[in-house]
């Protein structure tokens, strides 16, 4: 079987030992069935089992591995390991607090994802069956509902960055217009309100860094758009 | 005072539409006054001159200012909201901006009525 050495320059920390975060190199020694970038760390894990990363599906669904590859945030399980630059230079997702090597808090991106209400509100009785939806209508929530909150879009963020406690930043956008866009949700005009703020929804000054990284080929700006526009539709 | 976050002022929407308004004004007035140099081929002072003794055109000139400095105010606070975290500091360059602005428009208005 013929193998191939990929070397990597990987972001330490661990708090209780660590005055401030290193790059540490690693050369790790991959066969031909590993394509992956999380197949490559998986490995480095058994050279030095002191680095730490979130991982789960290893499939793109969980949304567990995001981080910083060379400089872009993505997925480290869909990453082609062969199509990086190396020494591949991996660190933790930008602006959120790390707990240890790769590992982020990410308390901050959930309290924005949770501010938006991310469920279907609707004070009509429910029907004896399930709330029917047209095709037409179902339709408008294709390249929403696939987002699988894996932080990539909102760390790319600058408006993020520099306002991660009032920005909503571009993934609870998107699962804001997520419940807009729902026929079966009767709550968007408070939806509305809740996001008409100089902060919340209008401190993304389209500059695309979410569409940009997105994993699932999402638009977070469109949304963003489309509330915007349902705003101006609401004034005029 | 608690240290709780407060969101929810009411002028997001407002002020993106604002810019966007002031923005269409100022581009109608440029393509207007390349329009001008174009026709009155090197327009000179006097040419000028005429072209500001017109009220209409200090009238659209006045409106432009200040479509233009209200955009600078939300381009600018849009900086101070993004950049600077202490809110007394951010409050005092509000400020500043609003005076530096205010100044500008007075100015403007003595340059553009005292042709």
Known sequence: MTTRNVKFSIY???????????MQDYTVELDSTEHKLLDALVKL??????????????????????????????LACV??????KQPIQIRPLPGLPVVRDLIVDMTQFFKQYHSIKPYVQNDTPPPDRERLQSQ??????????????????????????????????????????????????????????NLEDPYRL??????MNCVDVCPKDLNPTKAIGKIKDLMVKRIA | MVNR?????????????????????????????VAFLLLAQGASYAAWQQLFSCTWVR????????????????????????????????????????????ASLVYAIVVVWGV
């Open chain 1, 12 to 22: 330490r920390f661990d708090p209780e030992k660590d005055a401030k975060p290193y």
């Open chain 1, 45 to 74: 894990k058994v050279l030095d089992d002191s680095v730490s990363f979130r991982r789960s599906c290893r499939e793109g669904v969980c949304g567990s591995d995001a981080m910083n590859i060379n400089g872009k945030n993505g």
């Open chain 1, 79 to 84: 990453t082609d390991v062969d199509s990086l």
């Open chain 1, 136 to 193: 037409e209508d179902r339709k408008e929530l294709d390249g929403l509902y696939e987002c699988i909150l894996c932080a990539c879009c909102s760390t790319s963020c600058p408006s993020f960055w520099w306002n991660p406690d009032k920005f909503v930043g571009p993934a609870g956008l998107l699962a804001a217009y997520r419940f807009i866009a729902d026929t079966r949700d009767t709550a968007t005009n408070e939806r509305l309100d």
């Open chain 1, 202 to 207: 209008f401190r993304c000054h389209t500059i």
């Open chain 2, 5 to 33: 976050q407060v969101v929810g002022a009411h002028y997001g929407l407002r002020d993106w539409l604002v810019q966007r308004v002031t923005a269409v004004i100022m581009l109608a007035y440029a393509v207007a006054i």
């Open chain 2, 59 to 102: 009238v659209l000139t006045t409106v432009t200012i200040l479509a233009l400095l209200w955009h600078a105010w939300v381009g600018l606070r849009d900086i101070w909201m993004d950049y600077v975290q202490h809110i007394g500091v951010r409050l005092t360059l509000h400020v500043l901006t609003i005076l530096w602005l205010v």
